[in-house]
C-alpha cells in the first residue's frame, strides 16, 4: 500500500513482466494493467479491475484492518490466501485496507502458469556470465562458489513444507528442463577455461523432484491440495527416478567433466516411495554424486513438530541412514550426512527440544547446520508464529517466544558445544531429566561432527 507502484509482479515473473511489456508497448495505459496473472495492484477506482467481468471467482479476504488487530482472523485470511496457489483455479483475491472515503483495495491476480519445459530451457540457456555482479569491485565472495559451477534442472517445489518459501516464490507445479539442454550446458560449461570439471550442484529446489508431477490433468484443474507428497504421496503424483538416473549417467560421460555432485537437498520419502526405480536412484546418487557429504532435511524427530512442519516421520530417515551407510560402503567411499534441523519451530515445546537432544547424543551427532525458526513472508510457519494458530486447523499451535527459552533449545541442538553446556543443562532439569544440583555429564569418547 505505501510502496507507490502501479503494479507488483510476484512469482518468477517471466510470464507476466512479458505480457506487461506487450501491453505497455502497444499503448495501453499502466492503470489498464488490471487482470495479469502474477500481479498484485490497488487500482486508483476498483471499477477498473473489473471484477464483475473476470472468468475467475473472486474471494474477498478479511480486511487489513481486522487481520491486524485479530490472530484468529489472521489464521483465517492465511488459510485463505495458502489454498490459491493452483493456477488453473485459483480466484482473483481482494483485502481493503482502510475505512471509510480513503479505503482502498489491493487486487491480487492469479499465479502466472509456471513455464514450459522448452521455455525453462531457453532461461536457463541464456549467456550467463556465472560471476558477480561488476558492481562488487572483483572482491571475493565465498557464498559464489557453490553456485557458480551449479546447474538448475528445474524449478518449483510440490512438498509444500511450513517452514519454506520456495513454493511461493519458484510455484506447487514443477517445471523440468529437458536433458538435451541439460546436457547442452553441461558441454558448454566444460569449455570454459576457468571450469576445473567439477560441477558443484545438478539440482534445484528439490533435487530429485526432476520430471515429476500430476499425472492427470483433470484432476490437477481442479486440485487445491497445498502438498503433493503430505501427508502421504497423491495417487496422481509420479515419484519415477529412472530419467533422472539416466541424466546422472549421461553427466557423467560429458567430455572435460570430472565430477558431478548434488548439493540441492533430497527428498528420501520420494525414492522410498518409488518402488521401480528408487532405489536404483539411491544408489546412482551415494555411489557417484556425493561430495563428501549429503544434505538432507529430516528437520525434528517429534512426531506432533513434523506433523506440523509436513515433513515424514523420523523411521523414513532411519530407513535412509542405512542406505546410505550400505551404497558407500559398496562403492568405497567415506561419506557423511548432513542432517539439517530446526530449533523452535511453531509446535515444538521444551520436551521436544530434548527429545531431538537425546537422539542426537546417542548417535553422537553434533550437528553444526542449526536453524532456529526465524519467520519470515509468506511462510505457513510464520503465520502460526504470528497468530498461534494452525491456518489450517484452527487449533492453537505452542510458539516459543521467550528468548530464553529458544536459547535453550537452540543449544540443545548444539549440545556438544561447551559454551552451550549450562543451557543444555537447565533444559534438562526443567524436563526432569537432571534432579536438583546433578551436573550434566557428556559422553566422554569422540563425537564425530554431522
Avoid at 158 to 172: D, K, M, N, P, V
Amino acid at each position: 500500500m505505501t510502496s507507490g507502484a502501479d503494479l507488483i509482479v510476484y512469482g518468477q515473473g517471466e510470464r507476466p513482466i512479458l505480457e506487461v511489456a506487450r501491453r505497455l508497448a502497444s499503448g495501453e495505459d499502466a492503470c489498464g494493467l488490471a487482470d495479469v496473472p502474477g500481479t498484485a495492484l490497488v487500482p486508483k477506482d476498483l471499477a477498473l479491475a473489473n471484477l464483475d467481468g473476470r472468468s475467475r471467482r473472486v474471494l474477498v479476504l478479511p480486511s487489513y484492518e481486522e487481520v491486524a488487530h485479530d490472530k484468529r482472523a489472521f489464521a483465517r485470511f492465511s488459510r485463505l490466501y495458502h489454498l490459491e496457489h493452483n493456477h488453473q483455479n485459483a480466484r482473483v483475491m481482494t483485502q481493503r485496507h482502510g475505512v471509510g472515503a480513503r479505503a482502498k483495495v489491493v487486487v491480487v491476480n492469479e499465479p502466472a502458469a509456471p513455464l514450459t519445459t522448452e521455455e525453462l530451457d531457453r532461461v536457463c540457456e541464456l549467456p550467463f556470465t556465472r560471476d558477480a555482479h561488476p558492481s562488487y569491485g572483483g572482491v571475493h565472495i565465498p557464498a559464489l562458489e557453490q553456485i557458480r559451477w551449479s546447474i538448475q534442472i528445474l524449478r518449483g517445489c510440490s512438498a509444500g513444507c511450513s517452514f519454506c518459501c520456495i513454493t511461493e516464490h519458484q510455484g506447487r507445479d514443477v517445471t523440468s528442463r529437458s536433458e538435451a539442454s541439460i546436457l547442452r550446458e553441461l558441454a558448454a560449461l566444460a569449455e570454459r577455461e576457468d571450469f576445473r570439471g567439477t560441477v558443484t550442484d545438478l539440482g534445484g529446489a528439490t533435487a530429485n523432484m526432476w520430471q515429476m508431477g500430476c499425472t492427470s490433468a483433470e484432476v490437477h484443474a481442479v486440485c487445491r491440495r497445498a502438498s503433493c507428497v503430505y501427508p502421504t504421496i497423491c495417487q496422481h503424483w509420479k515419484t519415477d527416478h529412472g530419467p533422472l538416473v539416466q541424466l546422472y549417467r549421461k553427466a557423467r560421460e560429458v567430455a572435460g567433466v570430472k565430477h558431478v555432485f548434488v548439493g540441492s537437498g533430497v527428498r528420501y520419502d520420494l525414492a522410498h516411495a518409488d518402488e521401480e526405480n528408487g532405489q536404483t536412484y539411491l544408489e546412482e546418487l551415494i555411489g557417484h554424486h556425493v561430495s563428501g557429504q549429503l544434505k538432507v532435511a529430516p528437520e525434528h524427530i517429534a512426531p506432533d513438530v513434523l506433523k506440523i512442519m509436513k515433513k515424514p516421520g523420523i523411521e523414513a530417515f532411519e530407513r535412509f541412514r542405512v542406505e546410505f551407510a550400505r551404497y558407500s560402503r559398496a562403492a568405497h567411499k567415506e561419506q557423511y550426512l548432513v542432517p539439517y534441523f530446526i530449533s523452535s519451530h511453531p509446535g515444538c515445546q521444551l520436551e521436544d527440544a530434548v527429545q531431538l537432544y537425546e537422539y542426537l547424543e546417542e548417535n553422537r551427532w553434533r550437528p553444526q547446520q542449526v536453524q532456529d525458526f526465524t519467520p519470515t513472508p509468506m511462510m505457513l510457519a510464520s503465520d502460526m508464529h504470528w497468530s498461534g494458530y494452525h491456518p489450517m486447523t484452527g487449533e492453537p499451535v505452542h510458539v516459543v517466544r521467550d528468548m530464553h527459552e529458544k536459547r535453550m533449545q537452540k543449544a540443545l541442538l548444539r549440545w556438544g558445544d561447551p559454551d552451550q553446556r549450562q543451557l543444555v543443562a537447565e533444559a534438562l532439569r526443567r524436563t526432569g531429566r537432571l534432579r536438583p544440583g546433578e551436573r550434566l555429564r557428556m559422553r566422554a569418547r569422540r563425537v564425530p561432527r554431522a
